[in-house]
């Protein structure tokens, strides 16, 4: 994905255009990227997802008007992007290597009976948001990494008195999706 970088920044130099882009990028990088690695846990890959959505940023503000509401549109493209590659099998796979391994580089603060726990909860959590309904993965993605319910009804452009009602309901999903999986396994 270096060469999604490589392409902003060739592009981030042509023109007046690109010092707004630029700025966009300063300013939202981080919590694109922040949403991204609790997402799919791994921090190249969440990096190489967020670089995506910052360029179909760049290319849709070329080709269509300016986006309205940036930091909603790039959330809401970043959270698809995540569900999409947790859904990828093979990726996946890769992931649960990876995760695998960081659980043993983790301080031995905990067990490894307990690591073993964690992350076996982690997976079931993944797997549960990836089997969703997509918008209410989005919205409890979004809730649990910090959003506000403006922030939220921002994002998926929904009025923000219905952000707690769907919540609920998205939570509702989530544990019943979860004792489900949880028993199965």
């Known amino acids: 994905m270096k060469h999604l970088k490589t392409e902003l920044d060739e592009n981030a ?3 007046s255009a690109s010092v707004g882009f630029e700025a966009l990028f300063q300013e939202h990088w981080t919590s694109v990227y922040r949403i991204l690695r609790r997402l799919v846990g791994d921090p190249a890959e969440a990096e190489d997802l967020a670089l995506e959505a910052f ?16 930091a909603g549109w790039l959330y809401q493209v970043a959270t698809r ?32 009976a307990e690591l073993l726990a964690k992350e076996e909860e982690r997976r ?3 797997m549960v948001l990836s089997s969703m309904n997509e918008r209410r993965a989005q919205l409890l993605i979004l809730r ?10 921002s994002t998926l452009d929904l009025a923000p ?6 919540l ?3 939570e ?5 999706l979860y004792r489900s999986l949880a028993q199965e396994e």
């Open 13 to 15: 130099r042509l023109g």
């Open 55 to 70: 360029l179909r940023l760049y290319r849709h503000n070329q080709t269509k008007p300016q986006v309205q509401n940036t």
């Open 81 to 112: 992007l995540g569900l999409n590659s947790i859904r990828d099998w093979k990726r996946r796979e890769q992931y649960e290597l990876q995760a695998g391994r960081s659980a043993l580089e983790e301080p031995d603060q905990l067990s490894p």
């Open 124 to 126: 079931l959590v993944r």
């Open 144 to 153: 649990y990494s910090g959003l506000s319910y403006k922030e939220i009804a």
């Open 161 to 166: 008195a219905s952000i707690g009602p769907l």
């Open 168 to 170: 609920v309901r998205a």
């Open 172 to 176: 509702r999903e989530f544990k019943k």
